[in-house]
């Protein structure tokens, strides 16, 4: 570009030199003579020039371009990962409102939230923020409005801790100055403020709702109908793949890198939630079972969820049973499938048991309408166990009367380590069930000499995994398998946590839809306590939101 300037420099003094040489000819009586074309290919120095300067301009036009071009072409990533934005919503773990007018009055348990000048009413609100990975770029709090206010409320942070069963306006903790207002609001309908300067990353977040100027704010509280959400927005991976089984390995085995996770899940009774299985409700949130008591006396349990990672006590829905899975069903029924635990004084050993729940309503109470209990088929007179059921699927035409459910499971027989087994339940009333060879002979070629147990099945991207639990040898080290359907090939997943435990059990996977809205898998394992490390003991639940991106691939790379 610099020896363009100059030469353009140049063309401009040739052309003053010319245009100042006729007034000085004419100042001396001399008439200009016309200059004659050149007669041959050098031509005359003033031809010379001219054609310079036409491929001068020509140069310095080429050199704006490659400018240009060099500013606007489309570049490709080098890595197998792009960064984006991932948005995770939170439900508080606690909130109540309280009233200078009645001091010593909790009112932790009321439907809504509240805000007022006079009386001075003031709304408190906890967020536990767990599993952010990346930088926070924005953190908004939606409060959904039951009345109108022009001026709205401020948020403030707050300065000590509290409870929601215990506050009151007279051991309220002080707050601090307001970091943001939601202006206007109306009646029945979102509203929101930016809350960013509170949220740095994982922990609790504890804010306050105070009045602007007069006037008085009805919000709906975690216990009305629309709760409050605490939406982060981190910096995040996008999941980037060239096949279904990378993508599913990708999600499944980096436990920090997920879009959220947490150990040692309990609900909020306090009670362990080991082999927790998660779908969808049908009235929006989460709904999952589990087992909890101790060895030998379990009970299948049934919690709610709004963000999968904290959960609320429902219903007991079995006794003396473990290992629980659940399906929702096409006549709004749900399908429960446990291991009923050895009954010794009848000489029962442990078995499968189905229990069929005609609505949601139904689940939600404990009120099984039908159970059917399989009877042990794998070599009847040599079993001694069949447990840990997943349910492959469940078809009714159109009810349950006529209906097909298709289960996989494990069988141990006597003086032999466990087997992967499947079954199939028809018309709730006829079972038939076989050895799954095809998974057994895939982890016997990984080098699986030990037990095969539990595991559960999704379709990802068009193919059908399996995650399994498996032991190489004897030890207390299980391995988690994926097994693709469609090649029949098992895969060690390399599981990795944040302070490194080495041995997973009991694997469910679930495609659904997250808080915020995205794709996500969730997955849960049970981390032994044996090779535990870091206080990671107990059922791990993680999500990952995924949205694999297409692209073109160099030559010779699969696509």
Do not use: C
């Not at 794998?378 to 289960?407: K, Q, Y």
Request: aromatic share 6%.
């Amino acid at each position: 570009m610099m020896s363009n300037s100059r030469s353009e420099q140049g063309g401009d003094r040739l052309v003053s030199a010319e245009a100042r040489s006729a007034p000085e000819m004419s100042r001396v009586g001399h008439v200009p003579t016309q200059r004659a074309q050149p007669n041959s290919a050098n031509g005359t120095p003033t031809t010379r020039r001219a054609r310079r300067l036409r491929w001068l301009a020509l140069l310095a036009a080429l050199a704006v371009g490659l400018v240009w071009w060099a500013a606007t072409r489309p570049t490709r990533s080098t890595g197998n990962h792009v960064t984006s934005l991932s948005t995770i919503s939170f439900s508080p773990i606690g909130d109540a409102y309280v009233s200078f007018v009645r001091p010593g009055v909790n009112l932790g348990r009321n439907p809504v939230l509240r805000t007022a000048s006079r009386p001075k009413i003031r709304s408190y609100l906890t967020f536990s923020v767990a599993g952010l990975s990346g930088s926070v770029t924005r953190a908004t709090l939606r409060l959904w409005s039951n009345l109108a206010d022009a001026r709205g409320a401020s948020v403030r942070p707050v300065e000590g801790s509290w409870h929601e069963s215990s506050i009151t306006a007279a051991n309220a903790p002080p707050v601090a100055a307001a970091v943001d207002q939601t202006g206007l609001v109306s009646s029945k309908a979102w509203t929101s403020a930016d809350v960013t300067q509170l949220v740095s990353g994982n922990g609790l977040v504890s804010l306050a709702l105070a009045q602007v100027g007069s006037g008085s704010g009805q919000y709906d509280s975690r216990e009305g109908a629309h709760p409050p959400e605490l939406v982060v927005q981190t910096t995040k991976r996008a999941l980037h793949a060239v096949s279904p089984a990378a993508a599913l390995s990708s999600a499944t085995e980096n436990v920090p890198g997920a879009t959220a996770h947490r150990y040692a899940v309990r609900d909020d009774q306090g009670r362990s939630m080991d082999t927790l299985k998660i779908i969808p409700s049908p009235r929006g949130g989460y709904l999952g079972v589990y087992h909890s008591g101790p060895q030998g006396s379990f009970r299948v349990l049934i919690a709610k969820s709004q963000d999968l990672l904290h959960w609320t006590y429902q219903a007991q829905l079995d006794k003396n049973a473990s290992q629980p899975t659940i399906a929702a069903l096409s006549d709004s029924g749900f399908l429960l499938v446990d291991e009923a635990s050895a009954n010794h004084s009848a000489k029962l050993p442990p078995r499968l048991r189905f229990r069929y729940y005609a609505s949601l309503d139904a689940l939600l109470s404990g009120r099984a309408d039908r159970t059917f209990g399989a009877p042990l088929t794998m070599a009847s007179a040599d079993a001694v166990a069949e447990g840990t059921p997943n349910i492959f699927s469940a078809v009714l035409t159109p009810d349950l009367s006529h209906s097909r459910i298709v289960v996989g499971y494990h069988y141990r027989l006597t003086h032999a380590s466990d087997r992967p087994g499947r079954g199939v339940l028809t018309n709730f009333s006829r079972w038939s069930a076989s050895p799954d060879t095809s998974i057994e002979q895939a982890l016997r070629a990984q080098g699986v000499h030990g037990r095969i147990g539990d595991r559960d099945t999704v379709r990802f991207l068009g193919r059908n995994f399996e995650l399994i639990e498996a032991q190489i040898g004897t030890g207390p080290s299980w391995q988690v398998y994926m097994y693709e359907e469609n090649t029949r090939q098992a895969t060690a997943l390399s599981i990795r946590t944040n302070h490194g435990s080495r041995s997973f059990g009991n694997p469910t996977v679930t495609k659904l839809r997250g808080p915020s809205g995205v794709p996500v898998l969730v997955v849960t394992f049970f981390v032994r306590q044996s090779l535990a490390r870091g206080g990671e003991a107990g059922e791990l639940v993680y999500y990952r939101a995924y949205t694999i991106q297409h692209e073109s691939h160099p030559a010779g790379t699969p696509p």
